[in-house]
Nanobody
Framework: QVQLEESGGGLGQPGGSLRLSCAAS????????MAWYRQTPGKERELVAT???????NYADSGEGRFTISRDNVENTVYLQMNNLKPEDTAVYYC???????????????????WGQGTQVTVSA
């Protein structure tokens, strides 16, 4: 199995910065693409940024130019650096990972995708 644990959320001020972390544990050799999503009450989960195992990053329009996703494949940790925070960034942020499609990972990380518990980000007015 793979476990994902987010941290770094909290209260930010408009124009300020926060850095979220997602630490993966378990069968981390199976980690494929990873991503950050966010969700506000009553709305569906929204993609924020993705990063491949080869460190290629993509961003949703909401975070383009303000957010940076990065990945440390030694520490098995993904980060989301959020700069120039806006009140609309307020959400629960979730870490996501899919698994390499190889037999080893089918056995030891059989779920098609893994999610963290989420970390709350609140940006005050």
């Amino acid at each position: 199995q793979v476990q994902l644990e987010e941290s770094g959320g909290g209260l930010g001020q408009p124009g300020g910065s926060l850095r979220l972390s997602c630490a993966a544990s378990g069968h981390t050799t199976c980690l494929g693409d990873m991503a950050w999503y966010r969700q506000t009450p009553g709305k569906e989960r929204e993609l924020v940024a993705t990063i491949t195992s080869g460190l290629r990053a993509n961003y949703a329009d909401s975070g383009e130019g303000r957010f940076t996703i990065s990945r440390d494949n030694v520490e098995n940790t993904v980060y989301l650096q959020m700069n120039n925070l806006k009140p609309e960034d307020t959400a629960v942020y979730y870490c996501y990972a899919d698994m390499e499609v190889i037999m080893y990972c089918r056995k030891y990380a059989p779920k098609t995708e893994y999610w963290g518990q989420g970390t709350q980000v609140t940006v005050s007015a």
